[in-house]
Structure formats: C-alpha cells, structure tokens
C-alpha cells in the first residue's frame, strides 16, 4: 500500500468534491461539486470536537447529519444555530457553512 497516495486521495475527495477546509475554530463548506457522471457522494462519520458527522453531497445542495454521542460540546452554525441531531439540515450548493463547537 502507498500509504501518502491513500491520504492525498482522501484530500482530494474531502477538500475538493466535498468543499470542506479545516480553519482554526471548525471546518468551513463551502461550494461542493460533484465529479461528472455522479450523482452523489457521502463522507460517513467525520470526527470534529468529539462529535461524529456526515456529509452528503448531491447536485444541488449539500447535508450534515449529526450523529448522537456522549459529547456534551454540540456542534453549531457559525451563526450560533445549533445543527439538529439525528436528522439531516440541508444547504443550497452556493452557501458557505462553518462548523463550530457551542
């Protein structure tokens, strides 16, 4: 196995289909776009301030399904709403979205 191509793999699927970017403070999504002739892609599980996320990409919005834990730091919008648990919330494609512990 070549373990630093597994790894820039993943990069390239998270940081360029997936639109994320790790800044100081959480992760930012912003603009995903899909690879031609797919129809949609989910990251299971992303591990942020000890809560566990989804990230599900289609051709015209992109979704973050929170999945239950132990935590107690929840993880919120930069705007101070909380992401609901459990369930997904859904953004239009264009819309940039930060991730943050509250």
Known sequence: NFITGAGGFLQGVLFGYGGMRIVE???TISNPQLPPNVTSIKVR???LFSNEFDLL???????IFVHPSG????????SG??????QFASFPL???SKIVPC
């Open 71 to 78: 935590s107690t730091t929840r993880l919120c919008l930069s």
């Open 45 to 47: 599980r992303i591990d």
């Open 57 to 63: 990409v289609t051709s015209t919005s992109y979704s």
């Open 81 to 86: 709403s909380p992401l609901p648990v459990g």
């Open 25 to 27: 403070d959480g992760i």
């Open 94 to 96: 264009l819309q940039t």
